[in-house]
């Protein structure tokens, strides 16, 4: 039986838009809501933020507010370490998803010879860098830090000097680099992708299921060839943002996106993976309540959550 213990991230900074800082309590609140004691069972940590950096101005447009990501960075990846290294199950529960770049490098730092594989639920790849990102928001990015990945094939844009050290500390943060190889990354039902991001998914031959391949073939037949293809890898990482849900369901999230996965899929997915052995650590994010109505994310988010812990202590 696995020793849960939660670390919460209530961090927004990665993000576009404001709120998924309150993403955690939302889910602590659907869990009252629920009359469930599920918070009240499990060790838990709450990491500090660098959210005050929200109030000050933006020096990095291609990578915003990347000095705190760095920082949080740190933080989230120590937890994570400590957690693996006392024998717990790390459950990160985070605002967003830039922080998982840290998630990523913990595990690394306590597995070092471990061969990390990574599951990546999410509506977005998370693949781009500082050089090609639409947007600057750094919840784009943690992928592409994990592999190591610049994609200077496809650069858009000159970052300052400055971006570009703080981007270079986070892609060799821990001396590991890269901390996954960019193969052993399986997608499922990301939709909305621009094409630098396509670029090196084609690259490096990064398996991706879609929406409509899950629903035709099932969440046991899905969640088995993911496995399979992660066959050499000894430790793996789900990661479930929740703008993988469809956009119906999915309004309390920053980037909703139409298409999406139905709760049910969803948890029936994440709790067939929470199965396997292999699986070293859980992460969900990008729950946003203030974008929401009636905390409708957040208690999904948590009945996905509490199942898939279930799932993990029955194993």
Avoid at 271 to 285: A, G, L, P
Wanted: aromatic content about 6%; charged content about 25%.
């Amino acid at each position: 039986m696995k020793n849960i213990k939660l670390i919460e991230v209530p961090s927004e900074i990665g993000a576009g838009t404001r709120g998924a800082s309150l993403g955690v309590e939302a889910i602590k609140i659907a869990a009252l809501d629920f009359m469930s004691n599920f918070f009240v069972h499990f060790p838990s940590e709450k990491i500090e933020t660098e959210n005050h950096l929200l109030f000050e101005p933006i020096q990095s447009p291609y990578a915003k507010r990347i000095s705190g990501v760095l920082t949080m960075i740190d933080r989230v990846a120590q937890s994570v370490k400590d957690t693996i290294k006392n024998n717990f199950f790390p459950v990160v529960l985070s605002g967003d998803h830039s922080t998982s770049a840290g998630t990523i490098a913990g595990i690394k730092l306590a597995k070092p010879q471990s061969r990390l594989g990574v599951i990546w639920i999410d509506a977005h790849a998370d693949i781009h860098t500082p050089y090609t990102t639409p947007s600057g928001n750094m919840h784009g990015m943690p992928l592409a830090a994990s592999i190591g990945e610049d994609n200077n094939e496809n650069k858009m844009h000159e970052p300052d000097s400055k971006t570009i050290k703080e981007w270079e500390q986070i892609k060799n943060y821990g001396k590991i680099n890269p901390k996954i190889l960019a193969d052993d990354i399986v997608f499922i039902s990301i939709r909305d992708f621009e094409k630098e991001e396509k670029y090196l998914i084609d690259k490096y031959g990064m398996k991706v299921i879609t929406t409509s391949e899950l629903r035709r073939k099932g969440a046991e037949s899905v969640s088995r060839s993911a496995l399979r293809f992660l066959n050499e890898c000894t430790d793996i990482y789900v990661s479930f943002d929740v703008d993988c849900l469809d956009s119906s369901i999915s309004r309390g999230t920053g980037t909703p996106v139409h298409n999406g996965l139905r709760e049910r899929e969803a948890e029936d997915l994440v709790s067939k993976f929470m199965q396997n052995r292999k699986i070293c650590c859980f992460e969900i994010t990008e729950v946003n309540p203030t974008l929401d109505r009636e905390n409708l994310m957040a208690e999904i988010a948590f009945n996905i959550l509490q199942r898939s812990v279930n799932v993990l202590m029955m194993n």
